[in-house]
């Protein structure tokens, strides 16, 4: 069975998107709209996405108007897509909408993922359910030099630190790159390793 993990990118402060859902902060560091690929986690089969997510790719890229745009990020990879509403879907894309609890619904990405990767794309909610149902391996952040005033909060929760464990820092261009190991909320025979 492959991890499941939540990477993204995110101001100093905490935040994904800014105050009106935009990325373009993002976009406008170094290298920033086009991230190296070692970035991207590679074992990953599987994507999840929340509709916030998934509606702002599709609007920033014009992706119903040119649904090859969908494989240039997300491969032929299945993409689950967390919503409670009807919503279009990319010529060719395998999208499959889902809605309950990420508890409810994971024994079927993981079928799907077999024994790969499971990517949580965004948003911050849907990693924090994640995190909630016990099912997040590895929180993975590219850390770009901008501040911003609020928007979209990359973890909308409280996390104490004895849940993560720093496993890396690095510069990769002008961002910094931190990747943490989640620790389950169960009981481990061992309080040092990770679950």
């Known amino acids: 069975m492959g991890r499941i993990l939540f990477d993204t990118a995110t101001s100093i402060n905490g935040w994904i998107a800014d105050e009106a859902g935009s990325l373009d902060w993002l976009f406008a560091v170094e290298n920033g709209d086009t991230p190296d690929e070692e970035l991207f986690p590679s074992g990953a089969t599987v994507l999840v996405e929340g509709s916030s997510t998934y509606e702002w790719l599709l609007a920033e890229q014009d992706i119903l108007a040119h649904p090859e745009k969908w494989r240039e990020f997300h491969g032929e ?35 799907v993922a077999g024994d790969g990767d499971i990517w949580v794309v965004g ?7 994640f995190l909630d149902a016990d099912a997040l391996d590895e929180i993975a952040l590219s850390v ?22 720093l496993v890396s ?9 931190l990747v943490y190991t989640v620790r389950g909320t169960a009981p481990q025979n061992d309080p040092t390793e990770p679950r």
């Open 77 to 111: 990879k299945t993409t689950f897509v967390f919503t409670s509403r009807s919503l279009p879907v990319p010529e060719g894309a395998d999208i499959r909408f889902v809605s309950g609890s990420v508890a409810d619904i994971l024994p079927e990405i993981r079928r």
């Open 123 to 129: 948003g911050g909610d849907l990693a924090g359910q």
């Open 144 to 165: 770009a030099p901008v501040a911003l005033t609020g928007g979209a909060a990359l973890f909308p929760r409280r996390v104490e630190a004895d849940r993560l464990r």
């Open 169 to 177: 820092a690095t510069a990769v261009g002008q961002f910094a790159r």
